[in-house]
């Protein structure tokens, strides 16, 4: 037997042996642990943004248990099983992949991705909308990258960056009049096409939004941490502190690598 396959039916075996005894695994429902996945994949992200390979190991076997656990769940009723799973699954990656599997001709990433989204529309019981398959609960910033993606996959999008980063300031224009009409409820609609016109300018230049702002987050944290242990240095609190000379400390933390 191939050792990969022994390995799951090893976690198989487990995680049955988990939902017939162990008090808490038979308490779980498909409700019960959907909050638990979520956090599972933002520590597999924060994982993948550190680079920890080993981490990156763990948090992905976390993330497989939760596959299994719902499968588990789910069987008890005669929904699905695993197998339904990953049945489920091969059959969409062989459709989606005619240029592997079939003589759809692809031969650059983009076509690949034009051809899923297409191919999406097809399937049987798939999405009436080309946006319909992005998850409301999604946030805001992947959510607009996403709709951003799917719309250019069937044609729709902008050809010329200028004319992106054209919008991009004219959203701006539009923004700052807002401001100066103290128009508060405007203003918010104004920012947020703001963000998605930034957000559509940067998929243009390759850059994804989401590292961006979290390696900014990073660096914020990392500076501020900086200012923070200079004030406790000096026997003061971060609040007592005027802003001129929080102002030094920041520049000093802006030189630091």
Known sequence: MDERAGSFLKLLKIMDELREQCPWDKKQTIDSIRHLTIEE?????????????????????????????????????K?????????????????????????????????????????????????????????????????????????????????????????????LDEF??????????????????VLFSLINYARFLNINPEDALEQTNQKFIKRFGYMENKVKEQGKQIADCKLAELDIYWNEAKTLK
Request: net charge negative; with cysteine.
């Open 176 to 193: 700052e009049k807002e401001i100066k009409n103290k128009n508060q409820e405007n203003a918010q609609k104004e920012f947020g096409d």
């Open 41 to 77: 994949t933002f520590e597999l992200s924060d994982a993948i943004l550190k680079k920890d390979l080993n981490e990156i190991k763990k948090e992905l076997g976390d993330i497989l248990l939760h596959i299994v656990f719902y499968s588990r769940i789910a069987s008890e009723t």
């Open 79 to 171: 929904a699905f099983d695993i197998k339904d799973v990953m049945d489920t699954l091969c059959e969409k990656l062989i459709f989606r992949h005619p240029h592997i599997y079939g003589n759809t001709k692809a031969e650059t990433p983009e076509q690949v991705s034009q051809n899923w989204e297409q191919l999406k529309q097809k399937e049987k019981g798939g999405n009436k909308s080309v946006l319909a398959g992005v998850p409301n609960s999604m946030p805001a910033l992947l959510k607009a990258y996403r709709i951003q993606e799917k719309a250019r996959a069937v044609g729709f999008d902008w050809e010329d960056p200028k004319e992106v980063y054209g919008k991009v300031k004219e959203e």
